[in-house]
Nanobody, 126 residues
């Protein structure tokens, strides 16, 4: 059984930074495209960033480009999301996701994922 466990959420002020981690167990992490989604208060879940199996190509939602960086350590089965210059509108529950049907991020960009973490709360105050 695949498990995705996110950590690293918290509360920061505008302009602050946080790094989220997602540890994956149960399957061959290094073969999958991985990504991050978020769901803000009263909003639908939205795509944030995704990464190919080898970590060499990433795709970002426009509002986070230049502020967020997605990376992975396949040796440790871990996905990261480094977030900087945080804004109140980044406040959300952040979810780690995996697309086990593909090594490339294209499906994740369209919201296609078959494994999800439980989410970690990020709160940015002004």
């Amino acid at each position: 059984q695949v498990q995705l466990i996110e950590t690293g959420g918290g509360s920061v002020q505008t302009g602050g930074s946080l790094t989220l981690s997602c540890v994956v167990s149960g399957r061959t992490f290094s073969l999958y495209a991985m990504g991050w989604f978020r769901q803000g208060p009263g909003k639908e879940r939205e795509f944030v960033a995704a990464l190919n199996w080898d970590g060499n190509n990433a795709y970002y939602e426009d509002s986070v480009k230049g502020r967020f960086t997605v990376s992975r350590d396949n040796a440790k089965n871990t996905l990261f999301l480094q977030m900087s210059s945080l804004k109140p509108e980044d406040t959300a529950v952040y979810y780690c996701a995996a697309d086990s049907s593909s090594a490339y991020f294209y499906g994740l960009v369209r919201g296609k994922a078959d494994y999800w973490g439980q989410g970690t709360q990020v709160t940015v105050s002004s």
